[in-house]
C-alpha cells in the first residue's frame, strides 16, 4: 500500500479533527434559525398570526444577524474561535428555547430579532476559522462539506419536526409548536459547553499535530498570503474590504443567492402542504429529499471545483439553474405531489451546489482584518434577503392567495446573481504556481 503524502495526510488530519464537529454545530445554528418553518404550521393559527406577520418575524432574525456579522468576526480574531463560538451558541440555544413563550406577533419578532443577534457571530466566524487552517486550493471542498449541514438539518429537521407536531399533544400543558422550540434548541447549549472544551484556535496550539504537520500549514498559508502581495496587493486592513467594489459585487451576488434560500428554508414546509400533503409527518418525510439531495450534491460539487481549480462557472451556473427552476415554478401553475417534489429538488440542490463554491471567492484575495471584515460584510448583507425574502413571500401569499408571483421574483433574484458571479470572478492565469498545490490549483479567480 503507497503511503499517503505527508501534506494530504496532514489536511486529512485537521479535517477529521475539526469539520465532523463544526458541521454537527451547523446542524444546529440552522436548525435553530428555520424550524420556525415547521413552527408555523400550527403556531399560526394557535396565535392568530397573517402570512404577512409570519414572514416579517421570519426575516428580523436576518436584521439582528446583519448589524453584528461583522464586529463578531474582529472579537473572533482577537479572543480566538473557541472562547467566543462556544458562548454563541449557548446563548441562540437558550433564546431559541424561548421561542416556546411566544404569545403574539410582538414576542415574535423581538425574539426572531435576538436570535440573529446571538447568532451572527457563527457562520462567518467558522468561515474565517477555515482560513487559519486551509490554503485555498483546499477550502472549497471543505466549506462544502461544512455547508452541507445546512441541507443534512433540513433532512433531520424535516421528520423530527413532523413527528413533534404531529406524536405531541398539549404535553406537560405544551402545544406541539411548543415542544418544537424546547427539543430543539436544548442541543445547541449542551453543543455550545462541548465547542469551549475542544476547539482550538489555530494550528500552532494544536497539541494533536506533530511538529512537522503544523510547519506544512504554515508554510502552505504564507506562500498563499505571499502570492497575494505580489499579485497586486491583497488587502489586509480592515476599511480595505469596503473600499474593494468587488467585494460589493459578491455583497450583490449572495443577496441574491440568499432570496432563493432562505425563501425555501422558511417556506418549503407550506410549500409541500400546498402541493403535496396536509400530514406533518408525512410534510417532513418528503422534505427529506429535497435536503438529502442538496446535501450530496453540494459536497461533490465542492470537491470538483477544486479538482479542476474553476470556481466562475460552478458558482454562477447552480445559482442560474436556481434561477431558472423557480421561474418554471410560477409559470407551471397547478404542479402538485411528486412533479412539484423533484422540482423542488432541483431548486434545493442547485442553490446548496453554489453556496458550497462562493466562499472560495472571497477568502481568494482577502486577508488579515480585511479577511475578517470582508467575509462577515458579506454574509450580512447577503443574508438581509433573508429578511426580505419570507416577508416578500408572505405579503404575495396574502395578496394573491398564491406562490405564482413569489417563484418569478426569486427566480429574477437567483439569475441576477449568476450574472454578478460572471462579471465579477473574472478567471485569470498566475498566483500560487501549479506545483506548491499539486493537481488542484489550475488558476485562481480576480475578485479584487
Known sequence: ????????????????????????????????RVNVGFAKLQMQSDLGMSETVYGMGAGLFFIGY??????????LRR?????????IMIAWGLVSVSMMFV????????LRFLL???ESGFFPGVMLYLTFWYPHDRRAGIV???????????????????????????????????????????????????????????????RWLNTSERAIISSDLER??????????SPHRFLDAFRSGKVWLLCLAYFGIQMGNYALAFWLPQILKDTFSGDPWRIGLASMIPWGTAAIAMIVYGHHSDRTGERRWHAALGIGIAGVTLALGGGLPGITGWTGVALVTCTTAALMCTQSVFWSLPTAVLSGAAAAAGIAWINSVG?????????????????????????????????????VLLAVARPRTGGIPPETAPGVFQHRMDVR
Open 1 to 32: 500500500m503507497t503511503p499517503m503524502d505527508p501534506r494530504a495526510a496532514t489536511y486529512r488530519k485537521v479535517t477529521l479533527r475539526l469539520i465532523p464537529f463544526l458541521f454537527a454545530c451547523y446542524i444546529l445554528a440552522y436548525l435553530d
Open 79 to 87: 479572543l480566538g474561535a473557541r472562547r467566543w463560538l462556544g458562548p
Open 103 to 110: 404569545t403574539g406577533a410582538t414576542s415574535f419578532y423581538v
Open 116 to 118: 440573529g443577534v446571538v
Open 66 to 75: 446583519f448589524l453584528l456579522e461583522v464586529p463578531a468576526n474582529l472579537i
Open 383 to 419: 443574508n438581509l434577503a433573508g429578511y426580505l425574502s419570507p416577508f416578500l413571500v408572505g405579503r404575495i401569499r396574502d395578496v394573491s392567495g398564491t406562490m405564482t408571483w413569489a417563484y418569478f421574483a426569486l427566480g429574477a433574484s437567483c439569475l441576477v446573481a449568476s450574472m
Open 144 to 206: 462544502g462539506m461544512f455547508m452541507s449541514a445546512n441541507p443534512i438539518s433540513g433532512v433531520l429537521a424535516g421528520p423530527i419536526s413532523g413527528w413533534i407536531l404531529s406524536g405531541t399533544h398539549n404535553l406537560g400543558m405544551l402545544r406541539p409548536w411548543q415542544v418544537l422550540f424546547l427539543v430543539e434548541g436544548l442541543p445547541s447549549v449542551v453543543a455550545g459547553i462541548a465547542t469551549l472544551l475542544y476547539l482550538v484556535d489555530s494550528p500552532a496550539q494544536a
Open 224 to 233: 498563499e498570503e505571499k502570492a497575494k502581495r505580489t499579485e497586486g496587493g
